[in-house]
C-alpha cells in the first residue's frame, strides 16, 4: 500500500532518473516497482489513492482448530495412515463420514509437514558427494563398464567388458562373452593388471553399481591384486561418464556392423579392430588429438607440431 505522498516522492525520483538519461524499466527495478504500476500512476490523477483493500476475507466454512485436529488424527490413523488423501475421502464415505475435500486434506496435511510418502521407508541418510579422483600419469586410474552387442538370437546379446585408463584414454583390457559375471571381470582384470605391471595400491579402478562390479568374486580379485574400488553414488547416471563415452565413440563409428553379430569369434573379431583404431589411429580430442597409445606412453612430448 502506498499513499499520495509516496507515490508523489517515487514519481518524481523515477522522472528525476529518466532526464538523466536512465530508462523507465531500470530506475522502476531499482526502487522494487514494476514499470507498469508507475504507468498507472501517471494515468491517475494527483488526488488517487490506492484502492486496494486491507480486508482479509475468512470462508464461512474455515475449518476450526478442532475440526483440523481431527482431519490429521483421523489420516494418522491406523487405518490411513498408509493411504494417500485421494484414498482417505472415499473410504470415509463409505463409513458415511465427511470430515472435508481431498483438496482440504492435500492442503492441510501439506502445512502440517505430511505431504511425503505415506509409508513405513527407511529414515533419510545425509550423503555427501566423494573426494574427487585425478590421474596425472598413466595407470593410475581406471574406469571399466559393460555393454552389449546385438546377436543374431532375439533377446539374447554379447557382453563387452571394457578396461580404460582414464588419463591416456588407452584401451587397456577388453573381452567379449557370453553372459555377464563377476568372475568372468576378474580374469579380465587379472590379465590387465600382469600385462601393465600393476603394483599394490597403484590403480583405481572405478565402475557403477552394477552386479558384475560389486560381485563378491570381483571384490576379492580387487583385494588380492591390491586395486582400489570406486563405485559410482547411488542414483546418479553420470558418475562413470569415461567408459559411457567410449561406448558411444565405438557405436557411432560408420564401421559399426549394421547387422547382429553370428557367434562369439565374430564379435571378438570386430571389438579386436576396433580396440586397435581406437587406440592407435584415433586423434582423442581429449587429449590434444594425440591417439590414446602415444599419450599411454608418453610418446605425445615428442611430437613437434608446426605453427601455422
Known amino acids: 500500500m502506498t499513499s499520495a505522498e509516496q507515490r508523489a516522492t517515487l514519481k518524481a525520483l523515477i522522472d528525476e532518473a529518466i532526464a538523466a538519461g536512465a530508462r523507465q524499466a531500470r530506475a522502476c527495478a531499482m526502487l522494487g516497482l514494476s514499470a507498469r504500476t508507475v504507468q498507472r500512476w501517471q494515468g491517475a490523477g494527483p488526488e488517487a489513492v490506492d484502492g486496494r483493500t486491507l480486508r482479509r476475507h475468512e470462508p464461512a466454512h474455515k475449518l476450526s482448530a478442532d475440526e483440523r485436529a481431527e482431519l490429521l488424527a483421523v489420516a494418522n490413523s491406523a487405518e490411513f495412515a498408509h493411504l494417500p488423501p485421494s484414498q482417505i475421502v472415499p473410504r470415509l464415505a463409505d463409513q458415511q463420514r465427511y470430515i472435508a475435500s481431498e483438496s482440504t486434506f492435500y492442503r492441510v496435511l501439506r502445512e502440517a509437514n505430511q505431504l511425503a510418502h505415506r509409508r513405513s521407508e527407511r529414515p533419510t541418510r545425509a550423503r555427501s558427494k566423494p573426494r574427487a579422483v585425478c590421474a596425472d600419469a598413466p595407470n ?3 574406469s571399466w563398464d559393460i555393454t552389449y552387442l546385438p546377436a543374431t538370437i532375439r533377446g539374447q546379446f554379447f557382453y563387452l567388458y571394457l578396461f580404460l585408463d582414464v588419463f591416456s584414454r588407452k584401451i587397456v ?5 557370453a553372459e555377464e559375471s563377476s568372475a568372468l571381470a576378474s580374469e579380465v582384470l587379472r590379465d590387465l593388471c600382469a600385462r601393465e605391471s600393476i603394483q599394490p ?3 583405481i579402478l572405478h565402475s557403477d553399481n552394477g552386479g558384475p562390479m560389486k ?4 571384490l576379492a580379485t580387487l583385494q588380492a591384486l591390491g586395486v582400489m574400488p570406486s563405485l559410482s553414488r547411488p542414483g546418479v547416471s553420470n558418475d562413470n561418464p569415461y567408459s559411457e563415452s567410449l561406448f558411444k565413440t565405438l557405436k557411432y563409428r560408420p564401421a559399426y556392423p549394421l547387422k547382429a553379430f553370428d557367434t562369439l569369434f565374430a564379435a571378438r573379431t570386430w571389438v579386436g579392430a576396433l580396440v586397435r583404431w581406437y587406440n592407435e589411429e584415433h586423434r582423442h580430442s581429449a587429449i590434444r588429438f594425440v591417439t590414446p597409445a602415444q599419450r599411454h606412453a608418453n610418446r605425445e612430448r615428442q611430437l613437434s607440431w608446426p605453427v601455422l
Open 140 to 142: 593410475q586410474l581406471y
Open 173 to 177: 583390457g577388453w573381452q567379449v562373452y
Open 201 to 203: 595400491e597403484q590403480v
Open 215 to 218: 560381485g563378491a568374486t570381483m
